[in-house]
């Protein structure tokens, strides 16, 4: 069990590129979800899947954002156009459906925007 | 809409002590609690989960109960040491399975 991953696990941009993160959940989680963390403040939920469907989005999520998980197992999250307010740690978790509910998270993704 | 708030926000203690953290949630429709650690600049690692049918769980030096009523959870740690030192983020799950986080408390163990 590797645990949940995250690559790149930092990115520096400059404003008004796109960015995209990816995550790589437990190998049998099926669940798997993304939250957005700036600093002192805690973890904001951004939306989960369950396999491949999006199941919940939060109002955080702007139409520059987009997250797919196309075969229910990695996940991407795009950000295009991005702004300085965006800049922030990208945090990944997965959960197995039915134990718990209990989340694992990953290492994050620390994304500055210039 | 959910809330969860943490006290204290930050807390300094010498080696030995034994520490309770305070986690509190306005809407007792929970379906369970989880506590994290988060080292600086690294992710969340998992401590203790409360079901919203238990009332606390236990792992090693660290004790969490959990009352739904009153919309409190409090955190126990026992014997600390500098290695605890970190920031410890309460977070409950809704039904619709997103976990809503608090702020954190900040805590410095000291030699």
């Known amino acids: 069990d590797t645990g949940v991953s995250q690559d790149p696990r930092h990115k520096i941009t400059k404003r008004g590129q796109n960015v995209t993160f990816r995550c790589d959940p437990i190998s049998e989680h099926n669940r798997l979800y993304w939250y957005r963390q700036t600093l002192g403040q805690g973890p904001e939920f951004l939306t989960y899947f369950q396999n491949e469907a999006q199941l919940e989005k939060s109002r955080l999520l702007s139409d520059r954002f987009s997250a797919e998980r196309p075969k229910g197992s990695f996940s991407t999250l795009e950000i295009q156009r991005t702004e300085q307010g965006d800049s922030a740690m990208y945090l990944c978790?997965?959960?197995?459906?039915?134990?718990?509910?209990?989340?694992?998270f990953g290492p994050g993704t620390r994304l500055t925007v210039t | 809409k959910q809330e969860v708030t943490q006290i204290p926000a930050a807390l300094s203690v010498p080696e030995g002590e034994n520490l309770v953290l305070n986690c509190s949630f306005t809407d007792s429709a929970i379906y369970n609690l989880q506590w994290f650690r988060q080292d600086p600049g690294k992710g969340l690692t998992s401590l203790l989960l409360i079901q919203s049918s238990q009332r606390e769980q236990t792992s090693g030096r660290l004790n969490a109960s959990l009352d739904k009523s009153s919309g409190r959870s409090t955190l126990y740690i026992a014997a600390s040491q500098p290695g605890d030192s970190a920031t410890y983020l309460c977070a409950v799950r809704l039904g619709t399975d997103k976990l809503i986080f608090g702020t954190g408390t900040r805590l410095q163990v000291f030699p």
């Open positions: 978790a997965s959960s197995l459906e039915g134990y718990a509910y209990e989340q694992y």
